[in-house]
C-alpha cells in the first residue's frame, strides 16, 4: 500500500496580512496540505522589529518555496507587492506552480 503525499504550500504575500495568512493556512491544511507560511509578521507600527542576525528573511522565504510544490500567493484585493512578485518570479523560475486566493488586479509579475 503506497501513502499518497501530500502536497507541499508556501504561503507568499504582505506580512501585514497576519489573519489572512492565518485563515489560508488553516483552511489548506484542513485541505490536506502541508504549509508553510511566513515565520514572521510585521510588527504594529513603533514596535521594534526582532533582529534577524544576518539573515536575510527574504533569501530564507526563497528556500521554504524551494520546498513547495506550490505557492498560494495572498492577495487582497488582487494586490500583488513588489516582495511577492519577486517570490512568484523565483517559482516560476523554478518551475513550481503559482497560485492566487483573489484574482490578480496585474497579470504580469514583474510589472511595478
Do not use: W
Amino acid at each position: 500500500m503506497t501513502a499518497v503525499v501530500p502536497e507541499v504550500v508556501s504561503l507568499c504575500g504582505s506580512s501585514r496580512l497576519r489573519d489572512v495568512f492565518e485563515r489560508e493556512q488553516r483552511r489548506l491544511t484542513l485541505e490536506g496540505r502541508i504549509v508553510i507560511s511566513l515565520g514572521f509578521f510585521e510588527q504594529p507600527r513603533g514596535a521594534a522589529a526582532p533582529a534577524a542576525d544576518g539573515v536575510d528573511l527574504g533569501e530564507l522565504h526563497k528556500r521554504e518555496i524551494d520546498l513547495s510544490q506550490r505557492i498560494h500567493v495572498v492577495n487582497v484585493g488582487g494586490h500583488v507587492g513588489r516582495s511577492t512578485r519577486s517570490e512568484i518570479k523565483h517559482a516560476e523560475r523554478h518551475g513550481i506552480a503559482v497560485a492566487y486566493m483573489e484574482p490578480r488586479q496585474d497579470r504580469s509579475p514583474t510589472a511595478r
